[in-house]
């Protein structure tokens, strides 16, 4: 996969689960409040499964990721998507002074801001820990050409 199109999916992918994700949740909320019967086994399944399959897909895309870790651009973005998902996630903390949101899905991605912001943050921990690990030791050689150790 080429650099710039992982770029894409590593930032569009997280925000589109977020936003879809939240959609689920308050059109099964809906459901339920009209029949409360009509929850069957098959959507209660749906509702394990479908984060189940997010967390795959995002941490897939973080394990992706080690193969872009030696390039400085992939820092920069992963520091600019932490730095937004962690100020949208300390948002609500200032909602006395913002209007609050109005509709139920804006309540819930604001309540889901905050794992997005760990994820990003984690991913760049995970990337910096992984590069000082993969790189070799350096090791001083010898008048004789061989390794001290």
């Known amino acids: 996969m080429k650099k710039i199109l992982f770029y894409l999916a590593f930032t569009i992918v997280p925000a589109l689960s977020i936003y879809f994700y939240n959609v689920y949740l308050v059109s099964i909320e809906n459901l339920f409040l009209e029949d409360p019967l009509a929850i069957t086994s098959s959507i209660r399944i749906v509702n394990i499964l479908f984060p189940l399959v997010i967390a795959l897909i995002l941490i897939f895309l973080s394990l992706y990721s080690l193969n872009f870790s030696n390039s400085k651009s992939f820092y920069i973005i992963l520091t600019f998507c932490f730095i937004v998902y962690l100020a949208l996630s300390i948002l609500p903390l200032f909602l006395n002074m913002l209007s609050l949101p109005t509709t139920v899905e804006a309540v819930y991605i604001i309540n889901e801001l905050p794992w997005y912001a760990g994820y990003y943050g984690?991913?760049?921990?995970?990337?910096?820990?992984?590069?000082?690990?993969?790189?070799?030791?350096f090791k001083k050689k010898n008048k004789d050409g061989g390794h001290f150790f």
């Open 122 to 137: 984690g991913t760049l921990l995970f990337a910096i820990v992984y590069n000082k690990i993969s790189k070799p030791s």
